[in-house]
């Protein structure tokens, strides 16, 4: 996960040890599952992959994953935590590591948000091009309409669920799913949150989602 956009995306060691801090691979069980439906077999990578958590999951799956992060201290850590897992320095500015149409699935958890606009558009373009044929990139990320998400100073670069669409049919990609997570306007309570999902499946304007979740296929 990339948290912060200075010359290279790089998250300060601080902001990791925040983030981080009571996170282990179990935390991302159901990111693997739900890659595994929508993906393909690996290779796979994450694209801002933090402190390697989401790679340590995968791998102990039996998946061969390779995470991309730029920060060295983050990729340290990994490497120090799980030894053998195969994440490695890159900043998104750049071209990805990879060969035309070699990888299968990508996943960009939690990271658009926190790049500039024109390293986003970069980026997706970059993994179209390493995506195999029917490869499948799986984005997840916070709506602008997210009262909480806007205050944060980091999310530089905030997409509504149907303007991440269209950036990621701009790459060059068909979108297949779009996952969002409804807005809490109605209480915490179990009964409230039932309710506003209900009127976001009836109503799925942009201003009701707390999310820009996008799934997108390789179909050219």
């Not at 009571?22 to 439906?37: G, S």
């Not at 999951?57 to 061969?64: K, L, N, P, S």
């Amino acid at each position: 996960m990339v948290l912060m956009e200075r010359d290279y995306n790089v998250h300060t060691r601080e902001m990791f040890t925040k983030v981080y801090k009571d996170r282990t691979w179990e935390f991302y069980r159901n990111l693997v599952a739900e890659c595994i439906c929508f993906g393909e077999p690996g290779p796979w990578i994450d694209v801002g992959a933090g402190c390697g958590f989401f790679v340590e999951c995968a791998t102990r799956y039996g998946i061969h994953c390779i995470g991309l992060e730029g920060s060295q201290y983050a990729v340290s850590k990994a490497k120090s935590r799980c030894p053998g897992i195969d994440i490695r320095q890159h900043f998104l500015q750049d071209d990805l590591p990879f060969e035309d149409n070699s990888i299968s699935t990508i996943v960009c958890h939690q990271v658009i948000e926190h790049v500039t606009k024109q390293t986003a558009t970069h980026m997706l373009a970059e993994c179209y091009r390493v995506l195999k044929l029917k490869g499948v990139i799986l984005i997840y990320s916070p709506s602008k309409y997210s009262s909480s998400q806007k205050k944060e100073e980091d999310h530089i670069n905030l997409y509504a669920p149907k303007s991440l669409k269209f950036e990621v049919e701009r790459a060059g990609f068909r979108v297949i799913s779009a996952r969002n997570t409804p807005r809490s306007n109605f209480g915490n309570s179990s009964a409230s949150h039932l309710f506003a999902a209900a009127i976001y499946f009836l109503f799925p304007f942009d201003f009701l989602s707390e999310s820009a979740n996008c799934v997108g296929v390789k179909s050219d």
